[in-house]
Each structure stands twice: as C-alpha cells, then as structure tokens.
C-alpha cells in the first residue's frame, strides 16, 4: 500500500482536488499537511534507492507498452527529494503571503497541487510519451500560475509562457513521433541499447527536435526571453516554485536523456550546449546588473544560473565529476532561488516598493530576510560554504581534468558577476534608510521559511557525500 | 569523537555560537550580548591555552570531516596554526573590549558583533585549515563576513570603500580557487605537510606548478596587500576603528600573508619552492612592496590612510622572511606575524582614540595630543618606535632575524631593503610624535565628544586595550629570548619545518 | 510511397505550416490555431509513421488521444488567457513593451 512511488502522484492530486473544494483556507492546511507526508515519501523512496538500487512500477499492475511503466533510480530520487523539499516551505510561505494579497487565492493551492504532481510524474516517468503528457501538465499549470494573479502584465507574461511551453512540447512530440517510428517503442529502457551513433538520420533528427523543445521550456539562452517576465512578474511564492523547481524540470530531462537513450548522439551537441550556457551566464548577469526591479533582478539571476547547468553536458565523462556538479547545482540553485524569491517577496511586502532603490535601510528592519537573501546569494555566487560552491567545485575540477580551459574561465567569471548582481542588492540595503520612508510588518513565517531555504542551500556545501552516492545509484 | 578531534572544533565554536546567538538578540539586549561577547573570547583563550600546552607536549589535534567522496575538511591544530590561533584570540579579546567602548549608543550592534564574532571564526579556521580546501573555504568566509563590517556605518563613502573591498578579494579568491583546484586535480585531496607535498610529482609538472604559484600568490596577494593589490587597505580605512584593527592585525591581512606561510612550507615545501626558483621573484615582490608602502605613506595626511600604507608595507615582511631560503628567514617572519599584530592593533586603537576623543582624524591636526591624552600618546609612541624597529622593542626582533635570515640565504641586498624601509618608518612616523609631544595646541579640538574626567582622559575602554597591546610589543622584544614568548614559539616551528637544522 | 508515409509528409508540412504561424503571426486567436495546426501535424506523423506493419498499431492511436486531450486543455487555457487580455487591455497582441514590468 505505500508503495512511494505511486503515492508521490496521487496524493498532490487529491490535495489539488481537495484545496479546489474546500477553498483557500482550508485549502492551504491540506496541502501542508499532504506535503510533510510526502517529504517523508520521498526521503523513503531515496532510502530505499540508495539501500537497493532503482526500481520499476508498473501502474495499476497493467505494464507497458499499453499500461504507464513508473522508474525510480537515483536522479530521479535526488529530483523528488528536491521537489517536495521544495515545495513545503514555499506553502508555508505562501499561505502566509497570500493571508496579505487576497485576489490571487483562489488558485494557487489547486495550480500549485496540479503542478507538483506534474512533476513528480515527470522525475518518475519511463517513457518518452509519458514524460511528453507530464511536461504539459507542468506547463499547464506553470502558466496557470502566473497568470493566476490576474493583471494585465501578468496575463500577457502568461500567454508568453504559454506559446513558448506549448511550441516547446510540440517540437518534443515530434521528435518522439518519429522516434516511434523509427523504433516501434517509447519506452527508455527498450530504446537505450537501441540507439547508437550510425542510427538513421530520422532519429538525428528526431533528437535536434526534442532537445530544441526542451530548450525552449529550460529557458536556456537564446530562448529565455519569455522567462524574465513570467517568473518576474508572477507572485512571489510563484516566482520562487517556477525559478526553483519548474525550469529544472525539463532540465532534467535534457540530461537523462543524454545520459540515456541519446548518449551516442549527445556528444555531437555537447559542445553548443555549453557554449550557450556560458552565454547565458553572462547575458542573464548582465541583464541582472541592469534592471532596477528586485524580482526581474532575481528572474534574470535564474536566466544565468541556468547556464551552469548546461555546462554539465560538453564535461559529461564516464567519471562522473559533471553528472555530481549538475545535481549539486540544481539542487543548490533550487534552493536558493526560492529562498531568494520569497526574500524578494518579504522585501517587497516590507518596503511596499518592487524597486532596488526602494531599499535603502531594509538591513535594520528586516534583518533575517536580508541575511537569508545574503545566504542565497552566497550560494549562487558559488562561494563557500554552499552546495553552490561545491558545484562549481565539481564543474572547474571536471573542465581542468579533461583539460577544457575556458569552461574555466566561465565559471570563475559567471561567479564574479553573480557577486555583482548580488551585492547590488546587498549594497542597497545596507544604506541609510531615508527619512520619509515606511515599512510594512511582515509575518514571521514568511521571514523564517526563506530563511529556513537559505540556509539549507549553504549547509548542503557542507556534506554532500549520501546525495552523491545517491545521484550515482542506478543513473546511467 | 575523541578530546583531540574535538577541541579544535571547540574552539571554532566558542566564537561561532556566541556570534550566531547575537544576531538573533534584540538591540536593546546591551548586557546579555557583552557577556556573550565576554565569555565567547575567554572561553576561546582557555581553549588555546590547553591547545598551546598540548602541542608543546607533542600532542596531535585534528579533526576530518567529509564533504564529497574525495573532498575533506580537514583542522588540524599545529604549532603553526596556534601561532596565529592565539595572535587571534587575545587580540580579538581586545577589540571586543574596545569595540564594546567604541560603539557605545551606535545603532546596529548586535549586526556588528554578530558578523565580529563569524570573523574571528572563520580566523581561526584560515589557521587550523589542515588543507587548502578548508584553508579556501573559511578564507571565501572571511571575505563574506568582514563586507558588513566595513560598510557598517551605511555611510555612501563606506559603500564604495566597501565596494572597493569586494571587489579585490573575491577578485582574489577566484584566481586562489582556480589554483587550488587545479592542485587538486593534480596532487589529489593531500593534507599539509612539513616539507610540502608536491616535490613527488616529478619534474614533467614544473611548469604547471610554476603557475599554479603564480595564481595562488596572486589570490593571497590581494589579502596580504602586496603591490600592485594592496588598493583596497587603504579605502577600507573607512570603516570604524574596530575593524580597522580587524582587518589590519588580526585577521585579514594575515590570512593572506598566513597563506603564503602554508603555500610555501606546506604545500610547495621550502626546498622544492627553491629549486623551481620561485622564491626570490616572491622576495622581490615583498620588497617592492615594502618600499612602495612606505614611500605612499609619507604622503598621507590622513592618520588611518597613513597606518593603512604602513601595514600594506609591514605585512610583507612576512612575505620577505617567507621568502629567504633558511630557518632564520622563518623565524623572522612567523615572529612578525605576531609583532605587527601587536604594534599594528596599538596604533589602531590610538587613531580610533584620538578620532573619537577629539574627532582628530588627520596628522596635521595632532599638534599636542600628547598633551591632552599622554596615555594613549604614550601607548602610540611605543608602538611607532616599534614599526621603526628601534631596541629592544618587538620590531627590532623581527628586522634582526630577517637581517640575519637574508645573509644566510646570501640575498644581502635584502639589508638594504630592509634599511631604506627603516629609514622610511621614522619619517612617517616621528613628524606623529613630534607633533604629539613638542608642538602646542592653539585653539579648540575639532570634536570633542569624550571630555577629560579626573584623570581618565577618554572612556576606560578606549583606554585599557591599547595600553596592554603596547605593553606586550614592549614585552616580546625585552622578553624575546625566554621561554614561551613568541620568539621561542617560532623556533620551534622553525624546527619542525627544517628538520635538519639545530639552533 | 505507402499511405502511411503520405500521412507523415502531410504531417510534416502541417507542422512546418503550424510552426511558421507562431513565429510569423501576432494576433493571439490565429496564433493559437497554428498550435493546433502544429499539433494535427505532430499527430498525422505518430500515426502515419506507426503503420509499417500493414495494419494499424494501437499504441499511437492511444497516445494521440492523450493528445487530443491535452492540445484541447492547453487551447481552452490558452483562449481564456487571450479573452481576459482582451478585456484587460483591448488588444488582441502581445506587444513587446509589457515584458518590461510598471
């Protein structure tokens, strides 16, 4: 009966379903209790992986090809354990966050249930077709999401959203009709030994097409344009589950498929990713350094980070040093952006103000906010202690043994500019606060669970030996 | 986890808990967060003390903790690391004292010692760093947690001296980062070592290592203020007085120049670090240095800025001593590493007198001082006559030994160095004095905040640290030569590096 | 050329059709019907690409269905997103300014 797997599904759609009957209040104490329960599923499914290896599920005991196959190894448990970890502070936060904007209620605990039960099919499906079914139900709901508030900027950063995502899984499907085509099966364990480097041009294809959709949805540079508005513009306990959680979920994809199925194929893109990465390492901090708006700052930071995991691929080696850099840094980012997203919110709820400008003096009034945006950025910059120093760590020890120089150079660099973009906000803080200037009280929950994610990111720099052995269970 | 494992830790805590315990303390909360303050640095003497006895009995403490397969924080509390363990913890005890004065009624302070306290913290975890991995992680922490001090005043000038800071050493860090890693990848996950680790990896890797130092010294540079990237000393002067001596004693500076100690003992090895002939571009460097911040600080009128200059040119001293192949070299320089703590702090406290007692901040305006404040004068003085390097106080200890380390290495042109830079310290320094003791004052103090009282000239707090401070740099140069004094202490590190010297 | 490899063409230049009207058109109701032209597309070739064998396969049958499904959720949302813009603003395009928040 608990079995992990399937309950990681079922319940966040109960809960959904639940929150959407009961309402906001009610609603919002559902979904917390449901979401200790599933950290508790998920660090069972991650013990029971490290301790046996992964493991296969075949839903209501049906079996593929007709029936849904669900897989559990070790990415996928890494990625579970991250979501609901995720997940729960950012509604404690929420319900706290929403007690003060009421208009947007309505929606978030259904939306939000949709979209985490979405996610953990994806991090669990097994086959092409299903992961095609459970990135649009991410989608869906992601855009949902933001538009959930409901103005006008907010609907149009949705729309974006939306065409982007939708051209995203199209170009996905296609790839993975003629994958069928070519191979008469979808599922991911009949089709790695299947594929290799003299496959016929179909699945070449079929591979560009999949990895540009999924592209798409990542945000990757030169396809973030629709991020910045979407996560900038959306609420904040939003903004933090759409930078944190949603972008990596096609991420991950990306990367089990070219540690999998497309492994022969992925090399010949390996190079291009990582040059896109670091591109949008230094076109996300760039743009971080201009913008004056808090939200849009943090948003343009996600455009940046996203780079470093896509610096992963071209150092992806047998010895395993990148496929560790890669969890590390989307775990480290994950929790870090959203802690740095529900700091922005609490900020911003303090000053009433969505500018940097506006924040001259925060550093007295909101002390353990600032302290808590100060850790995630310390993370972000990749400074240590912070499981986004141990990623950046791992990536520079990978590029120097294979001896890659200027990957090198972009993640010394990348780091420097995220200090920039950081400190900018850090700097203003720390001002004196003009004389006419108001603050806001701000409830304490909202305050303690940014804090309580910033500093998860920074402890993680200081044992990540059970992740890695659990991330290197059964993945590849 | 035995007693040897854990009293390393023990004393990371003892400053870590009481600091993270103030953060979360109201402002108003003054009693509570000075006994925690109070109790944070005592607790921490006691524990070194039982350290420094250990060690000199020949006991091993160390502690290993592992971060990722492959990757360790290592401590390890060796006679090296107390050296600068307890220049740390007793200076450290002093400036809480006189930040505790200093600060008085100034809005923010459970902020400031929150972030004091980290500082001191990741100090002492910069010297029992048992590897460069740990050595990097709690030297980036230093970085982190010294910003919120510099800027702590919230003033627009703090700002971009703040600004100014960061932008230097994480510059620096990043470029010590890639060294280290590159290291790693190299030599593996290797603890420090007497004698250095790298020497077995044969000659086909000379040319990387040879970079590698460049990078590592480069990164260390920027905290130890070696020209050409002393500029942020300088602009952080800025900051209030506390933290000045913080930066300039206690902690940062000499992380950077405490690395550079570990890098070419412990990691290159002093022999191999010869052979590859990086120690004379290294002696060079340090001398330039010396003779360029001695020169820029004639020129200031600033009191702060003047002694800012003056450290960026004591401090590589220890990077000159670090420098000169041979164990008297070494003792010249781990002893200044003390010394300048001592004399550097004494000179600190006393601008940060004098700016809060008479809101005198520039030279120029010192005429009679000593007059009105001849305790603190008198504290300042002894410790000028130190940097100088006169007899017998604790400068001229570490001059001798880098005088006499610089024949054994046959680098005579060090004396001249070593000379000029003499020279240079009495004419920044006495004009100071002379105007203290033998000008007049004609007219009011710029500011005065802190009237005479009875016969305290300023609050009793100001007063206390320096006056000690200044007695020890007295005390180590009369005393140098008995038992426990930091002299002594370095001899026998000098020891243990080259084991087959016998003094 | 089998039937089925004539379904898969026509899909094809459906798809290219589909995705040429997201790039090229602005205004928000043509746009989504390309997305659905784009999606008749993807379809046509799962299905038409499937029937080697002679006879029909039924898995790409099923999963078309689940396609259907989605691409009629992800219209339905993508119209109401349009109406309320409309109503918002009065426009049926999405302008290049209101990326830039205030």
Redesign the interface.
């Known amino acids: 009966m608990t079995d992990p797997v399937a309950w990681l599904i079922l319940l966040p759609l109960v809960w959904a379903t639940g929150a959407f009957v009961l309402g906001p209040g009610r609603g919002a104490r559902l979904a917390i209790g449901a979401l200790l329960v599933q950290c508790a599923l998920a660090l069972q499914l991650a013990v029971e992986v490290l301790a046996y290896g992964g493991r296969t599920h075949p839903v209501g005991g049906w079996g593929a090809p007709l029936g849904i196959d669900l897989a559990a190894d070790g990415l996928s448990a890494v990625m579970l354990l991250l979501a609901q970890a995720l997940a729960l502070p950012l509604a404690v936060y929420a319900r706290a966050y929403f007690a003060e904007n009421a208009p947007t209620v309505r929606y978030f605990w259904p939306l939000a249930g949709f979209l985490l039960a979405g996610i953990n099919a994806l991090f669990l499906a097994a086959d092409l077709f299903n992961l095609y079914v459970t990135l649009e139900l991410v989608g869906l709901a992601a855009v949902g999401l933001v538009a959930a508030g409901g103005t006008a900027r907010q609907v149009a950063a949705a729309l974006r959203y939306l065409f982007a995502a939708l051209a995203g899984s199209l170009l996905y499907l296609l790839g993975v009709a003629l994958i069928y085509g070519a191979y008469g099966t979808v599922s991911l364990e009949t089709l790695a030994p299947l594929v290799d480097a003299r496959a016929p041009a179909a699945v070449w294809i079929a591979g560009g097409l999949m990895l540009a959709g999924l592209m798409l949805k990542t945000a990757i540079f030169p396809f973030h344009y629709w991020l910045p508005p979407a996560h900038g513009g959306a609420p904040a306990p939003v903004s933090a589950l759409l930078s944190a959680l949603v972008v990596k979920a096609s991420f991950y994809l990306i990367l089990r498929l070219s540690l999998d199925v497309f492994a022969p194929l992925a090399a010949a893109a390996a190079t291009v990713l990582g040059l896109l990465g670091a591109a949008a390492i230094v076109w996300g901090s760039w743009q971080a350094l201009r913008t004056d708006h808090i939200k849009m700052l943090v948003a343009w930071s996600t455009v940046a980070q996203l780079g470093y995991l896509f610096l992963v691929f071209p150092l992806l080696a047998p010895d395993g040093l990148a496929l560790q850099a890669g969890g590390m840094q989307a775990i480290a980012h994950g929790l870090a952006k959203a802690a740095m997203f529900a700091a922005a919110g609490v900020l911003m709820l303090a000053t009433g103000r969505d500018t940097l400008v506006g924040l001259a003096g925060v550093a007295g009034r909101v002390p353990l906010t600032l302290f808590a945006f100060g850790l995630a950025g310390v993370t972000l910059m990749g400074l240590p202690p912070s499981g986004g120093f141990l990623a950046k760590w791992l990536l520079i020890e990978a590029a120097l043994t294979h001896g890659q120089w200027g990957w090198v150079a972009v993640v010394i660099g990348g780091g420097l500019l995220a200090a920039a973009y950081v400190f900018r906000v850090l700097r203003q803080a720390f001002l004196l606060a003009p004389a006419d200037s108001r603050f806001h009280p701000v409830p304490r929950s909202m305050e303690w669970t940014a804090f309580v994610l910033a500093a998860a990111s920074v402890l993680l720099g200081l044992r990540g030996v059970e992740l890695m052995a659990l991330l290197a269970r059964g993945a590849a | 986890m035995t007693l040897n494992e854990a009293l390393p830790l023990a004393v990371l805590a003892s400053s870590l808990a009481p600091g993270l315990i103030i953060?979360a303390l109201p402002e108003s909360r003054i009693r509570l967060r000075t006994a925690l303050n109070l109790f944070g640095a005592l607790a921490k003497l006691v524990l070194v003390g039982v350290l420094l006895a250990g060690v000199a009995a020949g006991e091993d403490y160390g502690f290993r903790?592992?971060?990722?397969?492959g990757?360790e924080?290592v401590f390890k509390a060796d006679a090296l690391a107390l050296l600068f363990v307890t220049l740390s913890a007793l200076l450290w005890l002093f400036t809480t004292l006189y930040a505790i004065g200093y600060l008085e009624g100034s809005?923010?302070r459970s902020?400031f010692f929150g972030f004091f306290s980290l500082c001191v913290t990741a100090t002492m975890g910069i010297a029992m760093a048992g590897n460069l991995f740990t050595f990097?992680?709690f030297y980036?922490?230093l970085?982190?947690a010294t910003?919120?001090l510099v800027?702590h005043r919230?003033?627009?000038q703090a700002?971009r001296g703040?600004?100014v800071y960061?932008a230097y050493t994480?510059?620096g860090?990043?470029l010590l980062?890639?060294g280290i890693?590159?290291l790693?990848?190299l030599a593996g996950s290797a603890d420090f070592a007497h004698g250095g680790y790298l020497s077995a990896l044969g000659p086909d890797y000379d040319g990387q290592l040879q970079l590698v130092f460049l990078l590592l010294i480069a990164g260390l540079g920027v905290k130890a203020a070696l020209v050409p990237l002393h500029g942020w000393l300088p602009r952080a002067m800025v900051a209030p007085a506390p933290v000045s001596a913080l930066l300039h004693a206690v902690a940062v500076v000499k992380a950077g120049a405490f690395g550079v100690v570990r890098i070419v003992y412990e990691v290159y090895g002093v022999e191999f670090a010869q052979s590859l002939d990086l120690l004379t571009p290294l002696a060079v460097a340090a001398a330039v240095t010396i003779v360029w911040g001695s020169i820029r600080a004639l020129f200031q009128d600033d009191l702060k800025k003047r002694l800012a200059f003056s450290t960026v040119s004591q401090v590589s001293y220890i990077v000159l001593g670090v420098a000169l192949f041979g164990p008297l070299g070494t003792i010249g320089a781990l002893v200044h590493l003390v010394h300048q703590g001592v004399m550097k702090i004494t000179l600190f406290f006393c601008a940060g007198n004098y700016a809060e007692t008479l809101g005198v901040h520039k030279v120029s305006e010192m005429d009679g001082a000593g007059r009105r404040m001849p305790w603190t004068s008198a504290a300042f003085t002894v410790a000028a006559f130190g940097m100088i390097g006169v007899p017998p106080l604790a400068g001229f200890v570490s001059k001798w030994y880098l005088g006499l380390g610089a024949l054994e290495a046959g680098m005579p042109w060090v004396l001249a160095v070593l000379a000029a830079s003499s020279l240079l310290n009495a004419a920044y320094f006495l004009p100071i004095l002379h105007r203290l003791w033998f000008r007049s004052r004609d007219g009011a103090w710029p500011e005065e905040h802190i009237p005479a009282r009875g016969g305290l000239e300023t609050s009793p707090l100001l007063l206390a640290p320096p006056l000690v401070t200044a007695a020890a740099a007295l005390a180590f140069g009369l005393l140098a030569s008995s038992c426990a004094s930091p002299l002594d202490w370095a001899r026998l590190i000098a020891d243990r590096e080259y084991l087959s010297w016998s003094p | 050329m089998s039937s089925g490899l004539v379904f898969a063409a026509a899909g094809a230049v459906l798809f290219a059709m589909g995705l040429a009207g997201i790039v090229l058109i602005g205004h928000l109701l043509r746009r989504i019907l390309a997305f659905n032209v784009m999606g008749s597309g993807a379809f046509l070739i799962l299905v038409g690409l499937a029937q080697r064998a002679g006879g029909a396969d039924p898995v790409p049958q099923a999963m078309v269905l689940t396609g259907i499904v989605v691409a009629v959720a992800s219209t339905a949302l993508a119209l109401a997103l349009a109406r309320r813009l409309h109503r918002l603003t009065g426009r049926t395009t999405l302008s290049a300014t209101d990326s830039d928040p205030e």
């Open positions: 953060f903790h592992a971060v990722l397969p990757l924080l809005p923010h902020r990097f992680v980036e922490l970085t982190l910003f919120p800027v919230g003033t627009p700002m703040g600004t960061l994480l510059g860090g990043a980062l890639t890693v590159w790693h990848g």
